[in-house]
């Protein structure tokens, strides 16, 4: 058996009101997919990485990192368990304990193998999507954060053209095109990240000249958009983005937005004032857990 057909699943049973830690500690970790569920009153939460990334020693120190999170958060310690899965059995594994999920007042993400039809829930714009072996299946809190405040920054009618920098599986260019931007530019430093969005565009049957994905940062979105844009998605981790805070604010139009999540609630003062110095002004900042997000316009 080739090793990178092969998949690390690990099992952690943790406190329900952990669940937003383990969570970060993972995606942190480079953990691809990720699913919870209660069992009785712990909280089971899986997730999944290839063998050709990780050795024993990994996640070993992964284990030790989740009960030192815990020790500090003053949660009981986690237990955590780890086995080998073919590819074949990863890719159908995490898939059984994610279902359709109801995103503020507009939105439902339904899995690409469930019947979207079956799964509609009245007039809400539905969001078919595989996200592969990348990031953003819509059940994290960020991300539910992000396309929540989508919905308040594209109100019918606007048509913006936006950009979502570490687009993961495309969950929010989708969105902001199915909530009526004009057209949305998505880059990741992924490969794996790119193809699914490509892939999640095609399956919501969107025209790939109204989501255009490339692999980049910044810099790419500038080439693909050809000037500034209205707005700017960026759910990925708070260092990154107070790096890149100058540069997010020259891609935006003069009167252009931000939503900003990815952050825990310790992180969100450095993020504000990086954001302050550098001309934003801080509209709303939402809360979710552990996390939050930021709504920002130019001033």
Not at 22 to 42: I, M, N, Q
Not at 225 to 242: M, Q, R
Request: aromatic share 8%; proline share 5%.
């Amino acid at each position: 058996m080739v090793m990178s057909n092969r998949w690390w699943e690990l099992k952690i049973f943790c406190q329900p009101q952990a669940e937003d830690l383990v969570f970060w500690r993972l995606d942190d970790f480079g953990c691809h997919g990720t699913a919870s569920e209660l069992k009785g009153k712990s909280l089971l939460v899986r997730a999944y990485l290839p063998q050709a990334d990780v050795q024993l020693l990994d996640l070993a120190a992964l284990s030790i990192r989740l009960r030192q999170d815990a020790l500090v958060a003053d949660y009981p310690s986690p237990s955590v368990h780890w086995h080998l899965l073919d590819e074949e059995d990863w890719a159908s594994s995490w898939k059984q304990y994610w279902q359709s999920q109801v995103i503020g007042d507009r939105l439902l993400i339904c899995p690409a193998w469930l019947d979207s039809q079956a799964e509609s829930v009245g007039d809400r714009l539905t969001i078919r999507l595989d996200p592969g072996a990348a990031f953003g299946t819509g059940t994290h809190p960020t991300t539910q954060l992000c396309l929540e405040s989508l919905e308040m920054r594209i109100p019918p009618g606007s048509e913006p053209t936006v950009a979502d920098i570490g687009c993961g599986s495309g969950v929010l260019s989708i969105g902001a095109i199915l909530l009526g931007a004009q057209r949305a530019y998505a880059v990741d430093t992924d490969s794996l990240a790119v193809r699914a969005t490509a892939a999640n565009r095609d399956l919501n049957q969107i025209a790939s000249d109204r989501l255009i994905v490339q692999r980049g940062s910044i810099d790419e979105v500038a080439k693909l958009a050809s000037g500034p844009v209205d707005g700017i998605c960026c759910n990925i981790l708070a260092e990154i983005i107070i790096e890149m805070i100058p540069e997010l604010f020259e891609l935006t139009r003069p009167k252009g937005w931000g939503i900003f999540s990815g952050i825990l609630l310790e992180q969100a003062k450095p993020v504000a004032d990086m954001l302050e110095e550098h001309g934003w002004i801080v509209a709303t900042l939402w809360k979710r857990g552990e996390w939050c997000c930021f709504n920002v316009r130019k001033s």
